[in-house]
């Protein structure tokens, strides 16, 4: 019977079939050790001369790594292995023999391993990423059905810049200049109008010139937007969602964290509801904490932000910036016009930022004041004010990095991990 290594546990006891790949092996004068890997998982087979014949042995001895095989078996309990049983070997097939496999378990340089990322992707560890990477896709889409939005697609060629001009790419539609989506949040503002809750999942562009470990010129943002909620209600949002993913990667990715070695008992903690600290509190900790650079006006960098969540267990939110330094949809404290209603969401263990998240603007009148301030002009945003102009409503909506939330999840140092192919400041390939 074929079966794959993540249902074999319900075949205990039974000779099944598992189509797979060999990630390793080692061997003694009897007996040999096979690495198994069938994309649902990683399963040690065991193959035994006295059982199997000398001939079938000396052929298990000399496969090579990433060779493709059948392999059959009966499964056995093994309580020493994180995922509890093993294949006791009675045959196998091969259907590829691999020669040379670049990726040797020794150890290679990032720049290798990128170049051969195609491949590298099989890796155990690489692996477990990346179903992390799925679970919290999973996790999200579960949370916001279940709480009443509608998935609604933005377009990825767009007219004209959402945040700012200078982090766009710039391509041609026919005739006229387009560019690509760097945030589809003008757009899901349209949807909430029209369907109240809404949510989005898809790819964003960022031409910027940042070589850090958080920086992707091609990243994945999930954006809600709701109709009828104030900054006050969005945060309470933001807040469960980003547990229950957390808690939902705890419950279904227990092998995938054990590989990566996450300490899991910080994960535990990160539960609703989250601490927060204004940005005029925030300037203040970082003077006593010794940052003499920053002054009240200024955006935070990477180790600003990691000098405030150090005061904290949990992602803490850092509320109303100064207007200046945030976009032009963002709407002013009524209280305190020099200031927004927004917060950026800051991941524990110096992950950084992994949300951005706002009130938007609802008066006709401030938002076309606010557009001509940033120097925007013309017909492209026409369609935008006119969503103030037709029973516009109090809204929030906020944007969550994939990748960032990932890493810090996986406990992984480098985004470019958190991605099946990453797109680098110098990296186009594979
Ligand atoms: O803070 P950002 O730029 O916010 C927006 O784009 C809003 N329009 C979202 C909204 O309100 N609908 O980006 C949101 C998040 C950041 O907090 C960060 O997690 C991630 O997107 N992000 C990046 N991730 C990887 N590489 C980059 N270059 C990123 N830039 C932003
Ligand atoms: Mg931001």
């Not at 001509?372 to 990095?401: I, N, T």
Request: glycine share 8%; hydrophobic share 35%; charged share 25%.
């Amino acid at each position: 019977m074929k079966t794959t290594i993540s249902e074999a546990a319900k075949h205990i006891g039974e000779e099944v079939t598992i189509g797979g790949w060999l990630s390793n092996k080692r061997s003694s004068g009897k007996i040999a050790f096979l690495q198994l890997r069938d994309g649902t998982g990683f399963m040690q087979g065991i193959v035994v001369k006295a059982d199997i014949g000398e001939e079938k042995f000396q052929e298990a001895k000399g496969l090579t790594q990433e060779t493709s095989l059948y392999v059959t078996g009966v499964i056995a309990e093994d309580t020493r292995s994180p995922l509890g049983y093993e294949m006791q070997v009675t045959g196998f097939e091969v259907i590829q023999e691999a020669v040379d496999y670049p990726i040797t378990p020794k150890e290679h340089g990032t720049e290798f391993l990128m170049d051969h990322r195609h491949l590298w992707l099989r890796s155990k560890r690489q692996h477990a990423v990346m179903k992390v990477r799925n679970e919290i896709i999973r996790a999200t889409y579960e949370f916001f059905n279940t709480n009443g939005y509608v998935k609604i697609d933005p377009p990825i060629l767009t007219g004209s810049s959402a945040e700012g001009s200078t982090e766009l790419f710039h391509t041609k539609y026919f005739e006229e200049d387009a560019y690509l989506s760097q945030s589809g949040q003008l757009y899901m503002e349209a949807a909430a109008m029209a369907f109240g809750r809404v949510f989005s999942f898809g790819p964003t562009f960022r031409a910027e010139k940042s070589k850090t470990r958080r920086h992707l010129i091609e990243f994945w943002m999930i954006e809600p937007e709701m109709a009828f909620m104030d900054h006050e209600d969005s945060l309470k949002v933001q807040e469960q969602y980003v547990s229950h993913v957390v808690q939902s990667v705890l419950d279904n990715c227990r092998i995938e964290l054990d590989t990566l070695g996450r300490d899991t008992e910080k994960l535990e903690k990160i539960k609703a509801p989250f601490p927060r600290i204004s940005y005029d509190d925030a300037v203040t900790l970082l003077k006593e904490k010794g940052f003499d650079d920053i002054e009240w006006g200024e955006d935070f960098g990477a180790p600003h932000e990691t000098a405030i969540a150090e005061a904290y267990d949990k992602p803490v939110f850092i509320t109303n910036y100064p207007a200046e330094i945030k976009a032009f949809y963002m709407k002013p404290d009524p209280e305190r016009p020099e200031v927004v209603l927004c917060a950026d969401m800051i991941a524990p263990e110096g992950y950084g930022e992994i949300i951005g998240g706002s009130q938007r603007i609802d008066d006709l009148e401030l938002m076309k004041q606010r557009y001509e301030e940033h120097g925007l002009s013309g017909d492209a945003y026409k369609w935008y004010l006119q969503l103030r102009e037709y029973g516009s409503v109090p809204h929030s909506g906020f944007g969550l990095g994939l990748e960032r939330t990932v890493a810090w999840i996986a406990g992984v140092e480098h985004v470019r991990e958190t991605i099946p192919f990453p797109r680098l400041l110098n990296r186009l390939y594979p």
